[in-house]
């Protein structure tokens, strides 16, 4: 049985591992990069909503790869090697106060816990990744401090970062996505979780929906998506900060991490805080208000 997802294998010297992944994230809906200690190569996985073009990704891929014809493999993603395989191995998961689990664990989590339940399914996040990881407990510090009047999770996938921030600070989030498939998975989680009152989704072009423009400006913006938008993006999240709001972006490894920060720092955002999950980053920043600029002057 299928999934309806396709996905292509790459094997390649592991010094280009990097530069794959790179090649891949801008189409792709998600990339998995296996480069194991000591090995000569590595394993990338690109997964696609469908079939891809093999001839036309060898192409691409001459360019990255020293090879006539690159060790490329097109096949369709078996409902079991991710579904159903992701449920089994997916045990309720807490992170930093929150707990995330499937439907099989729901009676297993006490009443007084902070928790969200996602199955795995066609929109990514179920928070195994890193990047998610990482999104959450920068959240969950944020939270520490203020309550956000605005929210904004930017490219929400399976609307998990949507969904932490409305059950842990009770507060209205717009998610948005490029992709249908994530904003109907964002509405159906937000009403398994009973907060659909709390979590509105917009199908539409990330800053560039009508929606997110209307409600701007943000207290707190997520993007949990990948290193080149999150550059690309920047002066679209400064428009769309509120003075004093912070922006946590995920989705970019340790070696784009100064990258990405510079970017910001350019349009006036400035770091608060960065953390690593091994090979990956998170940033939070903040737009300082006028009056925190002329105090640092003064």
């Not at 006539?68 to 395989?85: H, S």
């Not at 959240?139 to 842990?168: E, M, N, T, V």
């Amino acid at each position: 049985m299928e999934s309806g997802l396709w996905r292509i294998i790459v094997t390649a010297p592991a010094a280009q591992a990097e530069a794959l992944s790179a090649l891949f994230e801008d189409e792709a809906l998600a990339v998995t990069v296996m480069n194991p200690p000591r090995h000569a190569d590595c394993r990338v996985e690109a997964i696609f909503g469908e079939k891809p073009d093999a001839e036309e990704w060898r192409a691409k891929l001459r360019a990255v790869v020293a090879a006539a014809r690159p060790d490329l493999t097109v096949e369709p993603v078996p409902q079991e090697d991710w579904l159903k395989k992701v449920a089994m191995e997916n045990p309720p998961r807490a992170i930093g106060r929150l707990v995330i689990h499937g439907r099989h664990d729901a009676g297993k989590i006490p009443h007084h816990v902070p928790s969200l339940e996602i199955e795995a399914a066609t929109a990514f996040g179920t928070g195994e990744h890193p990047s998610t990881q990482m999104c959450l407990l920068l959240i969950q510090d944020y939270l520490r401090r203020k309550r956000p009047r605005r929210a904004l999770d930017l490219g929400c996938g399976s609307g998990i970062l949507a969904l932490a921030l409305a059950r842990l600070a009770h507060c209205k989030v717009l998610a948005v996505d490029n992709d249908a498939e994530s904003v109907r998975m964002t509405r159906h989680n937000a009403r398994v979780n009973g907060l659909e009152n709390y979590v509105e989704t917009v199908h539409g072009a990330g800053y560039g929906a009508r929606a997110v423009g209307a409600r701007a400006p943000y207290d707190l913006i997520v993007a949990n998506i990948f290193a080149r938008p999150l550059m690309l993006l920047a002066a679209d999240l400064r428009q769309h900060l509120a003075p004093g709001g912070v922006a946590i972006l995920s989705g970019l490894l340790q070696s784009q991490a100064v990258m990405v920060q510079s970017a910001h720092a350019m349009k006036r955002l400035h770091l608060v805080k960065t953390i690593h999950c091994g090979e990956w980053s998170a940033l939070m920043l903040i737009k300082r208000q006028m009056s925190d600029v002329k105090r640092r002057k003064t």
